[in-house]
């Protein structure tokens, strides 16, 4: 993996700390030294050298005296290390959303679609634990509890009291890079009730995150089209012509949100695919929409089409302004929009 197509949170843990900051077993208390914490090397130093040239752990106060021997101690360190652990299991899904081909095209497709009707924004993909983000790793999409889901600049800036100054790194990346070949994909596991058994974490937050450019699916360097692969066809369901009066407030707003509600839900049937039944917590926002005219955050979802019985990729975009996609069924939608 290329170190340079992440930027991290803790990119300055190569830095030394106070004193008071090291873990236990690496405390300089006794005669002012420092030992590497790779057992196979213990190698004791100074402390005067060791905040020279020490490396420590990118999410806790464990300390080596080379990257390698960070990189050597990992297998066992990472046992100890909740948010380490974390942190790498956000990397190998970045990794496996560009080299996995059904979930390439995927994610593809929703951020190009969303760049498309609402402008540069960030592909969020959240994990209620981490237990549900190995699962995605080992099943794919067909595991994932929590929808993937765009979020454009603007809509990213009412979230920024939650993500703080991460918030501003997101932004900046938004602001960068080249929708027509690639775009920002946010991972972000959830910790949960874990608490850390071993070294301090540097940052003990409720959710670890990290995110990294990737290439469009049509982009990808390692592209290899077969004749005999079908690809996942795209539903993209919209409000109808006519429901312009969809954001106001009162009656005339709801009947706009209501028509809207009613044409998702005839698409699916169409297709076997019963809402309400099937995904209660997307049915259970929509009737939120409805009523309240409460944010519906665009959302993705994969059911099977009983016609045919194979799986597709239907994006609601309830929200978005009412508009006719002449390509919404098509099983080619990546090449036909880019």
């Keep these: ?24 077993d690496q405390s300089p208390d006794e005669d002012d030294t420092m030992m590497c914490s790779n057992n196979k090397c213990r190698r004791t130093e100074t402390l005067f050298n060791a905040c020279l040239y020490f490396k420590s752990c990118h999410s806790c106060y464990t300390y080596y005296c080379s990257r390698n ?31 996995t081909v059904a979930v390439h095209k995927a994610f593809s497709r929703i951020a190009k679609v969303g760049y498309l009707s609402r402008g540069r924004g960030v592909l969020f993909l959240g994990f209620p634990n981490p237990v549900s983000s190995s699962k995605f790793l080992q099943y794919g999409l067909d595991s994932l509890l929590m929808s993937p889901t765009y979020l454009s600049l603007r809509e990213l800036e009412s979230f920024k009291d939650n993500l703080g ?31 850390p058994e071993g070294p301090s974490p540097r940052n003990q937050a409720p959710t670890v995150r990290k995110y990294a450019k990737v290439a469009l699916a049509s982009f990808s360097p390692e592209r290899k089209v077969h004749k005999k692969e079908s690809d996942m066809e795209t539903l993209i369901l919209t409000p109808p012509p006519g429901t312009a009066d ?13 028509i809207c509600f009613i044409n998702i839900q005839r698409e699916l049937r169409i297709r076997g695919v019963f809402l309400r039944h099937e995904y209660p917590q997307v049915y259970q926002q929509l009737c939120e929409f409805v009523e309240s005219n409460r944010r519906f955050t665009p959302t993705t979802i ?18 978005s302004e009412p508009r006719t996609l002449d390509w919404v069924g098509t099983p080619h939608l990546l090449d036909d929009i880019i």
């Design 1 to 24: 993996m290329n170190p340079d197509a992440f930027r991290d949170m803790d990119g300055a843990s190569d830095v030394m700390k106070s004193a008071d900051e090291c873990s236990p």
């Design 69 to 99: 021997c960070r990189r050597e101690d990992w297998d066992i360190h990472k046992e100890s290390c909740l948010y380490g652990r974390i942190s790498s299991i956000c990397r190998h899904i970045i990794k496996h959303c560009r080299e």
């Design 165 to 195: 100054e991460y918030c501003k790194e997101l932004q900046e990346a938004g602001t960068e890079y080249d929708p027509n070949e690639c775009f920002i994909l946010n991972v972000s596991i959830a910790v949960g009730d874990q608490l």
């Design 246 to 258: 969809i954001d106001k407030e009162g009656e005339e707003g709801r009947k706009a949100r209501e």
């Design 302 to 319: 994969y059911p099977i089409d009983k016609r045919t019985g194979k799986q597709f990729m239907c994006m609601i975009m309830a929200a």
